[in-house]
């Protein structure tokens, strides 16, 4: 165990001895997005505990410590041909993988490559009595124990200190092609949906500025001959990495942005500035809609009012559930309260 | 078993598929609802789901979300949990809730993965809905013999180093091949050491480039034989034979011990060979099961219950195994769960914080531990005693 | 799975080979999903894995009760479990000793002691089927609807070859299937003897005997077969050179009598011959061509059930599709072909309500691409099926039976 990460474990002891909660961050760039202000004095910067600890490519396993930044992984990966398969946001290169996992953030191939949850095997983490523990691991299927690893996604570093993180990757694919065509958001979901419905190798259908975009990747016959068939004009993938990163210009005001996550049939939303991805799982809004379909989840993603709750109520079971998950991780509540939602 | 003083609660009656969704591509589910009667539902619109473990026709869609069941394609296509949309769960207080939801992420902890694969001890799933994929245009199925269990295993990473992920790539040793045979009458080659499948799916195109590159990788490894399915029907026979590989180890004794540890691909001709040492030991025959693509090893130690002295050799056999697994960088349960049968071996795979903080987790959903009593979590005391003896234990 | 012979146990050669079979179980569970009364009720007991425990426990503890006898009354015997078992359990012999041993071990009240007998003794002769048969087809226009359709109308089976071929076969007669169904024997004789095989019956044989050996009425089955064997073995000596059933239900009875009596030093080995002997009708076509028979192929698509007798104990799942696509007809496309109707020997009698459950799933499933007619193997599945089928149900054998296209 190095030093570094012991002085980790004594900064939470000694937050818990003091009660002082703390700000866990990496690379510092998801602070205004995903969760509510953490308004704490407090820091604890873990951006400088970084580095690649184990790579076996021909495992598809890859471990890196929290603060590695997700531009490092993606170089030491595609030296071998291989890929994160969440595509998450690099951030300027500022972003780490402890905070992506942390934000449970992933790229446009999200239907079809899943997110950083699903490629998540192991996490080492620091709990907020301090203690280093390891769950999962660096193979593909685990159940022993409870699934601690995959937990941590989307809990915004709440339940412990992310200290390095296990990754199934994927090979690159052989070929990519993006076809553009333009057409309604409505008629676009219609035609996500059925696309989707095909056993062809889609990963990726948004549409964006009047413009559905179908990405294909995979093996080369099987791109190009799905090209043929599905038609539309060849443009180049530049949009993929624009959402990937959001560096598109939908994304450049500064205004309220907010995500809708539904089922791809969703009804399509009548604002006129809006953005599809994940072929129709998500709906990038400027102002929240009129009203939720069943099941969906509507986040306040950046800007906007972030003193009150960001994201989506939960029923009073699960609030307790939730309530009482935090206590057995954290029990002086140190990390990052509040963030997640004001009671927690 | 379950504890002598339980109740047990069956939920194998609630077995209605409540609603299959072929736009969304979705399936919503009782949890007795049998895995492979969700593709047969889903067959309809060209769907099906994922996830297929080979006792597919009996186990329910509940019990895979209990184990976190994978199955012979999981490489490609995942688990239970990353094939599952929504749960809708009974905490121990009896109150409905639901986890999860119609989009891909939802608020709060994603307690959804958490219950999956906690065996029951976190709260009763009472309806599941499923993501459904399309049919492949196409799948094929590779099957190779080899000489040994070395070059079979070179063989499958050699596929993995070409950056072909296939559907399912399983690989079965020599006692495991000529049980499965006398089952399936698949025309497994009886002569070989190890039996690799490989299945390849995907456009018509795809496949055939797929296929004739693996068939390539095989040959250069040194395959003693080589099949390509030519059907469907051919395909499902050659996976008949290892979807039943299990209980066909009945054919050859009246008992088996199956383990369930998870290893990193490449320690697989390793492992065999202590197994193989192990069997030598214990005195007792192993046939072993691998689901090659993610490294999930299934050894089937072979002995008589009638015979005490032989039910406490393979528990032996089965703990030194496990204990094996952790100590290459693997765990001690891939897809089985640990129950009550492998509490023993938490010890070697996780530290007294570790496991305290599963006890909290628990304690967090069912103060009380009325749910599945005794399972899964080993309480600490057993712990201390089980450390005391004298084992390896591999947690730095 | 080991089980520990209750002491009381130690010299009952049936419960000895009944702990020898349950050995062969690994409680895989896959069983389950394949048991069309674990379908129907979804309680273990009533699956395969759930009886084996059941017996087990009797075997253990030397004791059983009605509940134990309950659940085994539900089994059809109709060993699809035995298909789906990769272990190579049989189930199906366990069920019979097991059923044996209840018999004993919970008897049942008086008043269900009485009608089983009576059941017994009724259908194993077939005189007095075709007696109590003939009488209800006299009445038959008389009798409500639902009571009019358990009595099957009377066929006219048309004239016998005369001709002697210079091929012999013996043919069981069956008990239910001489009575109710006799155009299924003359078909097959006029079938054979178009490929140069006299079909002979000999007169003193009768029941097969798995009525009142499913029964658990051990001792009167073996007697049905010795006295099957007494009335073959002249002409099996004689030259005979195969036994013919037309009836698979019967079939698959007569292919065991070697081992049901292989402790009986005076049958034991008559008895491995008569088994040795035993062939279906379909054995004896498979590989004859059959594109040279007169018949009428225009009838429709056929939807063809494959008795549980035939698929899951005589292991020929897919043999009458073969020789009725090779003959030339047009096959329906069926779904849950394992699964039994429902008929299963006296089940239908036995356990009405949930054999009439079978039945309506099997009729549904057999006519999901709207047949014309629908075909069986075993006389017990064509009455069962056809007395709630809207659609004619025939045995597959006078389909290619020139006579039974001129008009019956």
Known sequence: MTDALQQLAARVCAAKADATPLYVHGGNTKKHLLGRTCSVERTLDISKYRGISHYQPQELVISARAGTPISELESALAEQGQMLPFEPPRYAGQAT?????????????????????????????????????????????????????????????????????????????????????????????????????????????????????????????????????????????????????MTHSFFTPSAELWRLATTPTAPCSDQADQCIDWGGSQRWLRTPPASIPQGAHLNLFSGGDRQTEVRGKLDQVQQTLQLRLKKAFDPAGILNPGRLYSWM | ??????????????????????????????????????????????????????????????????????????????????????????????????????????????????????????????????????????????????????????????????????????????????????????????EAQALLLCELDGTAEEVDQHVEAVTNIFNQHGASSLRVSSDDAERALLWKGRKSAF???????????????????????????????????????????????????????????????????????????????????GCITGEHGVGLEKLNQMPSQFSEAELHQFEDIKHAFDPALTLNPGKGIPILKRCQEYRALPRRHSHD | MHVELHPRYSDNTEAKRAGELISACVHCGLCLATCPTYLDTGDERDSPRGRIYLLKQLLEEGEAGAVTRTHLDRCLSCRSCETACPSGMQYGKLADIGRGMLNIEAPRGPVERLFRFSLRQTLSRPALVAALLRTGQLFR??????????????????????????????????????????????????????????????????????????????????????????????????????????????????????????????????????????????????????????????????????????????????????????????????????LCCGSAGTYSILQRSRSERLRQRKLEALQVDNPALIVSANVGCQLHLDEESKIPVKHWIELLDPLTHQGH
């Open chain 1, 97 to 245: 993988i402890g905070g992506t996992l942390a934000g449970n953030l992933s790229g446009p191939g999200r239907p079809w490559l899943g997110s950083i949850r699903d490629s998540v095997l192991g996490v080492q983490l620091i709990n907020g009595s301090g203690q280093i523990l390891e769950f999962g691991g660096k193979v593909m299927k685990n159940v022993a124990g409870y699934d601690v690893s995959r937990l941590q996604a989307g809990a915004l570093g709440t339940l412990g200190v992310i200290c390095e993180v296990h990754l199934k990757v994927l090979p690159l694919p052989e070929a990519s092609v993006t076809l553009a065509r333009d057409t309604s958001p409505d008629e676009a979901l219609a035609l996500m949906t059925n696309y989707a419905g095909q056993p062809k190798p889609l990963t990726g259908a948004c549409w964006v500025n009047g413009k559905l975009y179908l990405r294909l990747a995979g093996a080369a016959s099987a791109v190009e001959h799905t090209a043929q068939i599905w038609g539309g004009d060849r443009v180049d993938g530049a949009i993929w990495t624009q959402l990937q990163d």
């Open chain 2, 1 to 190: 078993m379950p504890h002598p003083e339980s109740v047990l609660l069956g939920l194998s009656k609630l077995n209605n598929i409540l609603e299959v969704d072929p736009k969304a591509r979705t399936a919503r589910l009782q949890p007795g609802v049998t895995n492979l009667a969700i593709s047969e539902a889903a067959a309809a619109h060209g769907l099906y789901y994922g996830p297929d473990p080979s006792s597919q026709i009996a186990c329910s869609i509940g019990g895979n979300v209990a184990e976190n069941s994978g199955g012979v394609h999981c490489l490609k296509y995942g688990l239970t949990v990353h094939n599952l949309l929504c749960v809708e769960m009974l905490t121990v207080e009896g109150e409905r809730t639901t986890l999860g939801g119609g989009g891909l992420d939802s608020p709060g902890y994603d307690l959804m993965a958490l219950v999956t694969g906690s065996e029951g001890l976190l709260g009763i799933v009472t309806e599941v809905t499923v993501k459904l994929l399309p049919c492949p245009e196409v799948a094929r199925v590779v099957m190779a013999g080899f000489d040994s269990v070395r070059a079979a295993g070179d063989a499958v990473g050699a596929v993995i180093a070409a950056g072909i992920i296939p559907a399912g790539l399983e690989m079965m040793d020599a006692l495991a091949i000529q049980a499965a045979e006398d089952f399936a009458q698949a025309g497994y080659p009886k």
């Open chain 2, 247 to 329: 209980p066909a180890i009945g054919r050859l004794s009246a008992d088996y011990y199956c383990m369930d540890g998870t290893i990193p691909r490449s320690q697989v001709s390793h492992v065999l060979e202590e197994i193989s040492k192990l069997s030598a030991k214990y005195q007792l025959r192993c046939a072993n099961v691998f689901h090659a693509g993610d490294g999930n090893l299934h050894p089937l130690i072979m002995f008589d219950s009638g015979d005490p002295q032989q039910l406490a050799r393979a528990e032996r056999f089965g703990a030194d195994i496990l204990e094996l697994s952790v100590a290459v960088g």
């Open chain 3, 141 to 338: 226009p008389l009798l409500p609807p639902r009571l009019k359709r358990k009595i099957p109308l009377r066929q006219t089976p048309g004239a016998m070859p005369v001709s002697t071929q210079p091929r012999t076969m013996l043919a069981l007669s069956g008990c239910v299937q001489s009575a109710a169904t006799p155009l299924t024997h003359a078909a097959a004789a006029r079938v054979l003897d178009r490929l140069g095989i006299s079909l002979k019956i000999a007169s003193e044989a009768g029941c097969c005997g798995a009525v009142n050996y499913h029964l658990g009425a051990h001792s009167d089955g073996l007697d049905n077969m010795r006295r099957n064997i007494d009335a073959w073995w002249p002409m099996i000596e004689a030259g005979a050179e195969a036994i013919i059933s037309s009836a698979t239900g019967c079939g698959s009875t007569l292919v065991e009598y070697g081992d049901l009596l292989q402790h009986d030093s005076v049958y034991a080995a008559k008895a491995k011959r008569v088994s040795a002997l035993c062939r279906d009708i379909a054995d004896v076509l498979v590989d004859e061509d059959l594109t040279l028979l007169n018949i009428e192929r225009d009838i429709g698509r056929v939807a063809v059930h494959t008795p549980c007798s035939q698929q899951h104990a005589l292991k020929q799942p897919d043999i009458v599709n073969t020789i009725l696509r090779r003959a030339g007809f047009t096959l329906a496309k069926t779904r849950d072909d394992h």
